[in-house]
């Protein structure tokens, strides 16, 4: 693909404002440009742009609209203190979102393209990586199946996406432990369905949940397993981390939660601390009983929002469990402080998982 | 809402030609005109108005294309043999349209003014439905949320859209019974998930099994339970039934299946011949012994897209399940003759279904 089609960019002649970057609410604010990439069956993938951001135009009977063929990614630029810009781990998400265009029958793309393509964007748009500490511009690659044809079958075309948006500081202030509810009525997803994908029908599905958790004064919600509402899945966006009496525990990747790039990186980082960590089925029995005998160490979340989300609260079925007293946790400070100064430059990167954008 | 928007009609100038109705792919073929209502927090529901059919613009953030936020819905209109259009049952479809709004947090339309602007476009587009049988105009209800937001919440903008498609004979040439696969791999939806709803996410997540069935010489897949995959659920777009030595059977109303309108009008209407459906669990288990008992007499799914799809053979876990020697049942050619017959002014509609539209 990447031989036979030349990218195109159209330069915008109208360039926006840069907002100051901690008070923009997260994703509601876009750059000057995005990139495009087209689909047809028997064409395969083409058409490469860089065009000014704007509105595009769909057929009322485009199959996005009525059957929700389409997946999606999220990752991160970070500026360093000496203004060059890096990506963390690009080459994952575009291999995920192969993953996830699989289980949803969308035809995969070349991952090595797509990560130049992304690269020639960024490059574009270095002005809009904001330098404030915890801020970043938050990069969406999406694809959407567009043909207009209301069979319930997949798509012959589809359309490719890269949209950026800088994102203030998740947490102003420093880390905030967060509240979360231990959802035991809704689901979000179960062995045989789309959990482990990056899809659009997995988000909206959580809405009730979240609202009447939030209702309740929690941030978010853990989801249970489908089957048994027994063992612990994943929060809303991130993936969970306990530590209990010492030992580093999450939940093993069983098909119906997200493979997370951050997850990833967290047992990678914490093995070459020499700390291993258990992948498992854990059970949410089990963390009562561990915050019961005081064993409760640490709880945290993991995703590209928010990097490390400490876990003050959980609620479960009118048990409250509190978390090193609503504080963060030594481990959760560590990991935090690793990952985004590798991230931002600001400390080494021994795992080699920085990417600059020259 | 009826009262306080009035809904603004304009007209095409440009129409195009019917197609002729035998040789048309089901939802490739829309009408002229199209329906749009828009929302805006605040502002609740309002700007109904009938337009050319034509492409919409939404940004590239819109949150339909990010975290699936949107229903829809799917009905006919019928042509009788003097001429004159009928819908049937359509105010279950704006009440259902409501049910699965519910569950993704998308506000609720007025379901009474919804009735009224359907009629409206009807009249309008009354030429396009078509005469031949078996023939009919497909309508299809849709909300999408349009707010330009990456936030994964429920959005404060959306809009709805009705839009027509003339549809040929589902079966040319007569009822035709179909080959369907058991699916005891993946799974379409689980207690506490969206099942019930009439959502893009819950479609899309089925083409993989979809896919594999149909390599096998299947037409579709026969969904079984979430958690123990081992009761019966539906087929991909169709409520299904079982004949089993003289008692009609279907799986109960769950939260993981769709309350089918042609369900609902199946089991009402055996009620009015004295014929009773039992509601409950039904098992796969139960199927095949029924068939080794010989004692499997019918099998068939019921959706607005078919009516009534007699089921000629079942395949489960490499087992090969033979009903009624692939031939239509004698109950379902019965059930079939009378709800088209109902829907198209040829036989009496003793329970009130049809509404004209005048
Ligand atoms: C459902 C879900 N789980 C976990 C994550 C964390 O994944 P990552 O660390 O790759 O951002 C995300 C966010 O991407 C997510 O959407
Ligand atoms: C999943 C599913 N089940 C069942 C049905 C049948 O419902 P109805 O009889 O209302 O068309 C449909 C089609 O609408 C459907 O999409």
Chains 1, 2 share one sequence.
Do not use: C
Not at 185 to 207: H, I, L
Request: hydrophobic share 40%; charged share 20%.
């Amino acid at each position: 693909m990447v031989n036979t089609y030349q990218l195109e960019v159209v330069e915008s002649t109208n360039k926006k404002d840069k907002p100051l970057h901690d008070q923009v609410p997260f994703g509601t604010i876009f750059t000057d440009h995005m990139f495009t990439l087209e689909y047809e069956e028997g064409k395969g993938w083409h058409e490469p742009k860089i065009v000014p951001y704007g509105p595009i135009t769909l057929d009322p009977a485009a199959m996005i609209f009525h059957y929700g063929q389409t997946v999606f990614e999220g990752m991160k630029a970070y500026r360093t203190e000496d203004g060059r810009v890096l990506l963390f781990r690009p080459e994952k998400n575009f291999e995920r979102l192969n993953l996830s265009s699989e289980r949803l029958s969308i035809p995969p793309v070349d991952e090595k393209a797509m990560l130049e393509y992304l690269t020639e964007l960024i490059k574009l748009e270095k002005n809009w990586v904001p330098a404030t500490q915890g801020t970043s511009l938050y990069i969406r690659p999406f694809i959407i199946s567009t043909e207009a044809n209301l069979a319930v079958a997949p798509a012959k075309a589809y359309k490719l996406m890269i949209i950026l948006s800088p994102v203030g500081s998740y947490f102003t202030g420093g880390l905030t432990p967060v509240i979360i509810h231990v959802e035991d009525q809704f689901t979000r997803a179960v062995k045989g369905g789309t959990g482990m994908a990056k899809t659009a029908g997995n988000y909206s599905s959580g809405y009730q949940a979240q609202a009447n958790a939030k209702k309740a004064g929690n941030a978010d919600v853990l989801w249970l397993d489908g089957i048994e509402k027994k063992y612990i899945e994943e929060v809303g966006s991130m993936n969970i981390f306990f530590k209990i009496n010492g030992e580093i525990v999450t939940p093993a990747l069983n098909g119906s939660i997200l493979n997370g790039i951050t997850r990833t990186s967290i047992i990678e980082l914490l093995g070459s601390w020499g700390i291993s960590v258990a992948q498992r089925k854990v059970s949410v029995n089990e963390i009562y009983e561990a915050y019961e005998a005081g064993q409760l160490e640490e709880v945290f979340g993991t995703g590209t929002a928010a990097v490390i989300s400490p876990v003050g609260e959980l609620n479960w079925q009118g048990k409250k469990m509190v978390v090193n007293n609503h504080q963060i946790g030594e481990l959760s400070q560590k990991l935090y402080d690793t990952i985004t100064g590798i991230q931002t430059g600001k400390v080494e990167d021994p795992l080699g998982w920085t990417v600059e954008v020259k």
